[in-house]
């Protein structure tokens, strides 16, 4: 990423799981129905500044806000249904290396991804 790029792309190192009964929160003009939260923290390549990007998981009869983007603060969120909780923390245990990717120019390509990986590898014994 350079100085003014619209696009942060970091390693994510960390991750904590949050499970909420039912939290309700306003972004901007959108009150979300929030079960859980899945905040992933990394590190910019070539660099020392740590980035994050929030998860939020959503009832069913929640409204969805617009991804969040604030490359300034270094910070995103996204919001997903809460029944897909589980796969991003299966996901964020078992693969390597993890991506979080803050995308300031298209906010709702805002991800998560895994690195290229050879098809049929499987689970390493």
């Not at 078992?94 to 050879?118: C, F, M, Q, V």
Request: net charge negative.
């Amino acid at each position: 990423m350079t100085q003014d790029s619209p696009v942060a792309v970091f390693e994510i190192k960390q991750y904590m799981v949050i499970f909420r009964q039912l939290e309700i929160r306003s972004f901007g003009d959108v009150e979300a129905r929030i079960q859980g939260i899945v905040r992933c923290t990394g590190i910019l390549p070539n660099s020392h500044d740590e980035y994050r990007l929030d998860v939020y998981f959503l009832t069913p009869d929640s409204n969805v806000p617009e991804p969040i983007i604030d490359l300034p603060n270094r910070s995103g969120a996204i919001f997903l249904p809460a029944s897909e909780m589980s796969i991003i923390i299966d996901v964020l245990r078992n693969e390597k290396p993890i991506y979080g990717h803050l995308r300031a120019d298209r906010p709702e390509w805002t991800s998560i991804t895994t690195a290229n990986e050879p098809v049929g590898v499987g689970d390493e014994d």
